[in-house]
């Protein structure tokens, strides 16, 4: 089982520190760079799979990022894949999500890949579009919110037990196929210390967009179909009401709360 | 000169940090207020690798380097200084004396199980008259003739081991007759939990570090082959100097993490705690307790950091491990107290941590080598006279 997992570097949700510079554009050196945390559930079931299936396989990491990007790499290489593809390239600077997909679909292009694993979305844009568009540009089955991921590699089909509003759609599709990974598929495992160790010898192979055989002026933040015009901080949380007591006195607190507000 | 940590130790701090902060937080108090030992904790960081950081991987270990092994002992103390108390007598006196003379063999039954976290490791030098004067050791080992080289037979007691009743393997000095010039010999044996006459007497009750175990060894009659003397018979006194100045290290990065805990407690504090209608902090009183914190705990990370890359440098260390643990042990009792101070009431109260880590930041003074110890090494070194 050859599996992609997309990943991206975002600023640390957990410093609070996450801004925009004066071009609307995410300040990244406001903040260290962490793997995005819907990603790391995604190569965690990338993970997983390879190692029901050791045969053959592998993980490799995909991301358009930054110069700076194997230095967040090397965490999700700690934990157990393989090894990395970073594209970069300084006309990529401001690239909006279609320029982001067209970009990875022409790495995947170079890659022999069983599954693409995406996470549903990244915590620095929100769009979560991205990981459809690629299997758009590619032509790829496109299997969304995955809450579980069961290959069958002599059938050469994966079933995507998919998150709906009413509980599961079971989903069916030939690999090769791009799926969109929840949380739901199990908490990312702590990279070991051998597995920090054995980083450091593996390779993160870097792409231009020259390598990947694309114009310069087609992607990028100067045909970027997105554009941030304001942002707002939204107001800082209220007061935290802690309710104490019997259960029952509990929930005659919770529901008078509920009520009080006309929730219900 | 690079001051950067490397990225991989970058790396290892964060992952560290982000397990303590996630996993193991959340059941430091029941555990500290039960003074109950960690298995579960210890346990899930073995499998992590954290139990043989410096040892090498063909010994089990994860084959980093001494920098490595502070800066994880630092964070673990940041959280929880009984769990870093644990990794490091285990890794430094459990694993090192293994590590730096045990042969083959040993190394194959003892080390490796140790150091990829199966079984946790004790060092047992301590006894009740001999504390700072370790040469004053009571247990004795004699030769008895046997086959395979026969069977040393131990008699005598341990006080103040760490992991006592928890570890697997035990690595204890013994006196093994006198040299000619009727100083006393000590030898160094591997003695396994189960082995026949061996037993862990009382626990004792502290002052901090209450889910880390400490007790007496109780030897009577303990028996254990010809094959378990560790290094050279005579070599034992050499080899705990040796292995001590390794583990100052690491209480050194322990003390650091407990003062830099208080630090990390106290600035939200005195930004948000209002009296006379503004901010503590803004008083010179409070500000400056914790810009003396914030400059110390600095110097004392440096100091920890120097002696960690001076041994992995492969250069003497011994004076730089002294100087790092004596720095770093005062600082924390003062970086510790002045958060009391800072909290005011609720500093004294079990409702904050910082009383936690006051009492926690004592020991750091006594174990491996009290500060008295450590001046008197340092005084050695740098008067060449034998001052007592």
């Given at each position: 089982m050859r599996i992609v997992v997309l990943v991206k570097p975002v600023p640390d949700p957990a410093s609070g520190g996450e801004r925009l510079g004066a071009n609307g554009r995410l300040d990244r050196a406001a903040v260290p760079a962490v793997v995005?945390?819907?990603?790391?559930?995604?190569?965690?079931a990338a993970l997983k799979l390879t190692a029901a299936a050791p045969e053959g396989s592998e993980v490799t990491l995909l991301s358009m990022a930054p110069a700076s990007a194997p230095e967040t790499l090397r965490?999700?290489?700690?934990?157990?894949?393989?090894?990395?593809?970073?594209?970069?390239?300084?006309?990529?600077?401001?690239?909006?999500?279609?320029?982001?997909?067209?970009?990875?679909?022409?790495?995947?292009?170079?890659?022999?890949?069983?599954?693409?694993?995406?996470?549903?979305?990244?915590?620095?844009?929100?769009?979560?579009?991205?990981?459809?568009?690629?299997?758009?540009?590619?032509?790829?089955?496109?299997?969304?919110?995955?809450?579980?991921?069961?290959?069958?590699?002599p059938a050469g089909t994966v079933r995507v037990r998919r998150i709906s509003p009413t509980g599961y759609d079971?989903?069916?599709?030939?690999?090769?196929?791009?799926?969109?990974?929840?949380?739901?598929?199990?908490?990312?495992?702590?990279?070991?210390?051998?597995?920090?160790?054995?980083?450091?010898?593996?390779?993160?192979?870097?792409?231009?967009?020259?390598?990947?055989?694309?114009?310069?002026?087609?992607?990028?933040?100067?045909?970027?179909?997105?554009?941030?015009?304001?942002?707002?901080?939204?107001?800082?949380?209220?007061?935290?009401?802690?309710?104490?007591?019997?259960?029952?006195?509990?929930?005659?607190?919770?529901?008078?709360?509920?009520?009080?507000r006309r929730i219900i | 000169m690079d001051l950067d940590l490397p990225t991989e130790h970058q790396l290892l701090r964060?992952?560290?940090?982000?397990?303590m902060t996630s996993e193991v937080a959340p059941v430091v108090d029941q555990h500290e207020r039960e003074r109950r030992f960690p298995i579960e904790i210890v346990r899930r960081i073995g499998e992590l690798g954290w139990l043989g950081i410096p040892i090498p991987e063909d010994e089990g270990g994860a084959g980093l380097d001494t920098l490595a092994y502070a800066?994880?002992?630092?964070?673990?103390?940041?959280?929880?200084?009984?769990?870093?108390?644990?990794?490091?007598?285990?890794?430094?006196?459990?694993?090192?004396?293994?590590?730096?003379?045990?042969?083959?063999?040993?190394?194959?039954?003892?080390?490796?199980?140790?150091?990829?976290?199966?079984?946790?490791?004790?060092?047992?030098?301590?006894?009740?008259g001999a504390g700072s004067d370790s040469g004053g050791t009571r247990t004795i080992a004699r030769l008895e003739e046997g086959p395979n080289g026969g069977t040393?037979?131990?008699?005598?007691?341990?006080?103040?081991?760490?992991?006592?009743?928890?570890?697997?393997?035990?690595?204890?000095?013994?006196?093994?007759?006198?040299?000619?010039d009727g100083s006393p010999e000590i030898s160094a044996f591997i003695?396994?939990?189960?082995?026949?006459?061996?037993?862990?007497?009382?626990?004792?009750?502290?002052?901090?570090?209450?889910?880390?175990?400490?007790?007496?060894?109780?030897?009577?009659?303990?028996?254990?082959?010809?094959?378990?003397?560790?290094?050279?018979?005579?070599?034992?006194?050499?080899?705990?100097?040796?292995?001590?100045?390794?583990?100052r290290i690491s209480i050194g990065a322990l003390a650091v993490g407990l003062a830099q805990a208080a630090l990390d407690a106290s600035i939200p504090y005195a930004r948000t705690r209002e009296q006379f209608g503004r901010p503590i902090g803004t008083f010179q009183g409070v500000a400056f307790m914790i810009a003396d914190m914030a400059t110390e705990i600095e110097a004392a990370r440096q100091l920890v950091w120097r002696a960690a890359?001076?041994?992995?440098?492969?250069?003497?260390?011994?004076?730089?491990?002294?100087?790092?643990?004596?720095?770093?042990?005062?600082?924390?009792?003062?970086?510790?107290?002045?958060?009391?101070?800072?909290h005011g009431g609720y500093g004294y109260v079990t409702e904050y941590p910082v009383e936690r880590f006051f009492r926690d930041a004592k020991l750091t003074e006594i174990g491996e080598g009290t500060s008295q110890i450590q001046r008197l090494v340092i005084a050695r070194r740098i008067l060449g006279l034998r001052v007592v």
């Open positions: 995005n945390g819907n990603d790391e559930y995604a190569l965690e965490k999700a290489l700690a934990m157990g894949a393989t090894r990395g593809v970073h594209v970069t390239d300084p006309a990529l600077a401001g690239s909006c999500a279609v320029s982001t997909a067209k970009v990875l679909a022409a790495a995947l292009k170079q890659l022999e890949f069983d599954l693409v694993l995406a996470g549903v979305d990244t915590s620095d844009g929100l769009g979560g579009t991205v990981p459809a568009a690629v299997a758009a540009y590619l032509g790829l089955p496109f299997l969304s919110y995955a809450a579980r991921i069961e290959p069958d590699e079971l989903l069916e599709a030939p690999m090769p196929a791009l799926i969109s990974c929840t949380q739901a598929l199990g908490e990312p495992r702590y990279p070991t210390l051998k597995g920090i160790m054995a980083a450091r010898s593996k390779e993160i192979a870097t792409r231009s967009l020259a390598d990947l055989e694309l114009d310069p002026s087609t992607v990028g933040g100067a045909v970027a179909t997105t554009q941030v015009l304001a942002t707002k901080v939204p107001p800082a949380r209220g007061a935290t009401e802690v309710v104490r007591g019997t259960p029952d006195e509990g929930a005659t607190r919770i529901v008078e709360f509920l009520a009080q | 964060d992952t560290i940090r982000d397990f800066v994880a002992i630092e964070e673990i103390g940041r959280v929880w200084g009984s769990l870093g108390l644990i990794v490091a007598a285990h890794t430094s006196l459990g694993c090192g004396p293994l590590h730096l003379v045990g042969s083959a063999e040993q190394k194959q039954r003892y080390l490796i199980p140790m150091a990829s976290g199966e079984v946790i490791g004790a060092y047992g030098l301590t006894e009740p040393w037979v131990i008699d005598g007691g341990k006080r103040f081991i760490t992991n006592a009743g928890h570890a697997g393997t035990y690595i204890v000095t013994a006196k093994t007759g006198l040299r000619d003695v396994p939990a189960d082995t026949p006459g061996f037993s862990v007497g009382r626990l004792e009750e502290k002052l901090g570090l209450h889910a880390s175990a400490t007790g007496e060894l109780v030897f009577s009659g303990a028996r254990i082959p010809a094959a378990n003397l560790l290094g050279e018979r005579g070599d034992g006194f050499r080899t705990f100097l040796r292995i001590l100045d390794g583990g890359w001076l041994k992995d440098q492969g250069r003497d260390y011994g004076l730089a491990a002294a100087q790092a643990k004596l720095f770093a042990s005062e600082v924390s009792s003062r970086a510790t107290n002045a958060a009391i101070q800072v």
